[in-house]
DNA sequence: CGCCAGATCTGCGAAATCCGTGAACTTCGA
DNA sequence: TCGAAGTTCACGGATTTCGCAGATCTGGCG
């Protein structure tokens, strides 16, 4: 049972251009089984990838250490009470930094991303109810500094959410 | 340790006109535990939230069962080998679901959400390189019947992401 | 080529956790 | 009041996790 990969490189330690811990092919079966059952024994994944309990608890222990996964509860907003979503494209001026660090700062935006196009930044906001979304779009993010404009997509309907990646 | 409620109401039975199962508090809380760490112990999270740890263990695997949530590794995209990310907007005419399903059923397609707003869906795809990316915009997803005109969003840096809705 | 240093893997007890089960308890409606 | 359904608790055995020491592998250097 050596079959993923014959014992060749480097689990973790070299780091490519972008600071990203390069990952050797075992460590990549291990994260896919973690995709599918976050909560699989140790021994389960060794004998799916070809190593021991052991070895999989510290690689699995060194992949959370450096970042590349965590392991957590996902859930469907819309069950736990937040009810009104929406993606903000926004437009600044100057540094962009600025702006997404105060973006990155507020609880309700979920997901903040630089992007290129004819929107500086997406920013993704979980709301309890409308009023939290206005509050949140007209109030909190146009008045960070910067700011030139806004648009506003709310959510009507959530088609596809997967958390897959590498799984293909 | 009886805190969170102090035993009420209805772990799962009911549910609201999405035909979203509700949840009560002592549930919100199992799963603000593992939005933490997806690998804590029943019994730790029993203490936490005033459960015995076979209690848990069962509304967990119940909120599972339910879809309410998933346990599962989430990894950082660049660091598993896809470098090219992109939101793609997109106006499509006549019934949008045939649409988003088509969207949905692309692997490289992460995300895909109905708006309001002047996209009538977005969708977040994940790529390997440039190549796949401008394949999967300009030739699959334009080849979609009724997509009108798309417009996309290349990712130049993810700022934040964050799956602890719940957990404020 | 041989050796060392660092990192990774394996094997193995001990402790903790997981899991199924049956009984007690609560709620709700007949 | 009684019964059905759903939840929780307690408990014992199987499984898993955990820490550690020794074996193995990799890469650099004289």
Redesign the pocket.
């Known amino acids: 049972m050596r079959d993923v990969a014959s014992?060749?490189?480097?689990?973790?330690?070299s780091r490519n251009g972008n600071g990203a811990p390069q990952l050797d092919a075992?460590s990549l079966a291990i994260i896919e089984q973690l995709q599918q059952d976050g909560?699989?024994?140790?021994?389960?994944i060794?004998k799916a990838v070809?190593?021991?309990?052991?070895?999989?608890?510290?690689?699995v222990q060194?992949l959370l250490d450096q970042g590349v996964m965590q392991i957590v509860a996902v859930t469907d907003p819309l069950t736990v009470g937040f009810r009104r979503q929406a993606m903000v494209g926004i437009n600044a001026e100057g540094d962009l930094d600025p702006v997404a660090n105060a973006l990155t700062a507020m609880p309700e935006v979920e997901y903040v991303v630089m992007t290129a196009g004819s929107f500086d930044l997406l920013a993704e906001v979980v709301c309890e109810d409308d009023d939290q979304l206005l509050d949140v779009i007209n109030k909190r993010i146009r008045a960070i500094p910067g700011v030139r404009s806004t648009e506003s997509f709310v959510y009507l309907k959530l088609k596809k959410q997967t958390y897959m990646w590498g799984t293909r």
Chains 1, 2 share one sequence.
């Open positions: 014992r060749s490189a480097d689990p973790k330690g075992v909560r699989r024994p140790y021994a389960a060794g070809g190593l021991s309990e052991a070895a999989v608890r510290q690689r060194k």
